[in-house]
């Protein structure tokens, strides 16, 4: 890189610290810290919460899907299905949640079931996102300190750095705010990247033509199959409820809304436009191997992994690094750290909500003051654990990523039932509910050991059905009395979503057909 992309650089990350600096002035309460005060706008939380989701994780794990892994292709689309549907379901859920005035999500399981329950699935929510924070920090690091030819060490402090100070600065309001300028930034750089691509991918579409293939009826029961058509849309449906919904992190976002219809406006616009960006992805991931075909040697260029084989997740970095010019090379790095730190910001500060909330403000008798000053500490306490994991990540095993990922598999269906039974039927108890959850996880955990064939997707389904199940088996044989309360949906929300799922489903529907013409 030149002197020059250093300079772009530089610019971003000190106008993220001036940003959190100015934004965090009149902070004085946890309200403040945690939710914004309430006064953040729908349509900046609506994309910080995109812009979480779209993490580098996606921008370099989708193009390489898409574009070169055996079996991928534009099958990555179908996990788009489920996000209108888990919206839909989720105006359902959490609208309760939103009314009960909590910081912490799950601060509403102890008003609805009891503390156990609030203290169970706030431990998780610790143990699972700290981990996985530490795991993209050593991703995102590794990454960027090869593009920018720097050690790891160097990126680990720089990306980190940055992050946990405006993050602890600027609180809630730096986060959201930061997030909208980094979804700018990375929709940008991707732009920039489709740009450069048109041509080869034009050319060459022909011969890339069978990537285009974007459904595959498969049940993925027996197969090991993660993508088929059906565990995408079933398990991806309950996966998107359970982490919208349930996951702190993200329902931090909607907890900071002003209001019960300011939340409704914020699932709409996360129905609606998550897809076309996950969509620029994969005509990226595309694009990319149409300019494989047409410059050979831009493969053997990658880096190897410990197998010998070429490193596909650096595709786009390696094309970015090879073909922008300069500054345009330091704005596409730029991207980089904005989708990392988009991600990475949200995960820290819902670390100390939960850490604050649900052990240190529910157990000592600390003053608002103290309490505030406590959650900055919380922040940087959580981000230094995440620096020092980081460095440990490569020692544990070579799949840890993948393991993460079905320990949340694994927990999301149950985590669901959990809030399933607070807001709908809270009669049925916190020990029937614990116990449903508990037994959740341990049928995941045995299908994981010994149904390898049955994709980790289903995890998802099988795990809220059992919980669900064993709670009302429980209740029933105690003769519990069941007072559903099933709260309206506004018809135009449910026809907007609904017709965004069509939408998608009939792009999906075009692709396969010119892939097959």
């Known amino acids: 890189m030149t002197t020059i992309d250093w300079l772009v650089i530089v610019l971003y990350l000190a106008g993220m610290l001036g940003l959190a600096f100015y934004l965090g002035r009149r902070q004085t309460s ?60 989720l105006c359902f859920l959490f609208l309760p949640i939103s009314r009960s005035g909590v ?11 009891g503390l156990a329950s609030r203290l169970l699935a706030s431990a998780c929510f ?12 050593y991703g995102v690091a590794s990454v960027i300190g090869l593009v920018a030819d720097i050690s790891f060490n160097t990126s680990v402090f720089l990306l980190m750095g940055i992050t946990v100070a405006y993050d602890a ?32 991918l034009i050319g060459h579409f022909d011969a890339i033509s069978a990537r285009s293939h974007t459904l595959v009826n498969d049940w993925g029961l027996t197969s090991g199959n993660s993508y088929g058509f059906w565990p995408m849309l079933f398990g991806g449906l309950f996966l998107y409820v359970a982490y919208y919904g349930c996951d702190q992190s993200q329902a931090q976002r909607l ?68 073909e922008f010019g300069v500054g345009l090379t330091g704005l596409a790095i730029v991207g980089l750290f904005a989708a990392a730190m988009s991600s990475i910001d949200s995960a820290l500060n819902s670390l100390s909500a939960s850490t604050v909330e649900d052990f240190i403000a529910r157990f000592t008798p ?13 922040t940087l306490a959580w981000g230094s654990f995440a620096i020092l994991f980081s460095f440990q990540v490569e020692h544990i095993a070579p799949t840890v990523l993948e393991a993460i990922n079905k320990v949340g598999s694994m927990a999301n269906g149950p985590l669901l039932a959990l809030f399933t039974i607070a807001v709908f039927c809270p009669a049925l108890g916190q020990r029937a509910a614990i116990t449903g959850f508990l037994c959740g996880l341990g049928l995941n955990l045995a299908l994981w050991l010994f149904l390898p064939g049955v994709s980790w997707l289903w995890w998802n389904v099988f795990g809220l059905v059992a919980a669900l199940a064993i709670a009302l088996a429980i209740a029933a044989g105690r003769r519990v009395q069941l007072d559903l309360h099933i709260p309206a949906l506004p018809r135009r929300l449910a026809w907007q979503l609904g017709g965004m799922s069509i939408l998608i489903l009939g792009v999906c529907l075009a692709m396969q057909a010119v892939a097959e013409r």
Request: with cysteine; hydrophobic share 55%.
């Open 30 to 89: 946890r309200e403040d810290y945690y939710l914004g005060g309430h006064r953040l706008p729908g349509w900046a939380l609506a994309t910080s919460i995109i812009a979480t989701q779209c993490s580098t994780n996606s921008l370099l794990g989708a193009p390489a899907f898409v574009g070169f892994v055996i079996g991928g292709g534009m099958l990555w689309l179908q996990y788009e299905l489920a996000v209108p549907l888990a919206m839909l379901l």
């Open 103 to 113: 910081i912490s999500v799950y601060a509403y399981l102890e008003q609805r079931l």
């Open 126 to 137: 610790l143990f699972f996102r700290g981990v996985a924070t530490g795991v993209t920090v």
């Open 169 to 200: 600065l600027g609180g809630m309001r730096a986060v959201v705010i930061s997030d909208v300028v980094q979804m700018l930034l990375l929709v940008a750089a991707v732009l920039l990247a489709l740009f450069w691509l048109a041509d080869p």
């Open 255 to 322: 907890l900071s809304a002003e209001s019960e219809s300011e939340t409704r406006h914020i699932l709409l616009l996360n129905g609606v436009l998550r897809f076309p960006l996950v969509f620029a992805y994969c005509l990226v991931g595309l694009g990319l191997a149409a300019y494989a075909l047409e410059h050979p040697d831009f493969i053997d260029s990658l880096p190897l992994t410990d197998a010998g084989a070429p490193n596909y997740n650096l595709v786009f970095p390696a094309f970015v690094t090879r």
């Open 366 to 378: 600390l003053s608002e003051r103290q309490l505030f000053l406590g959650s900055k500490l919380a």
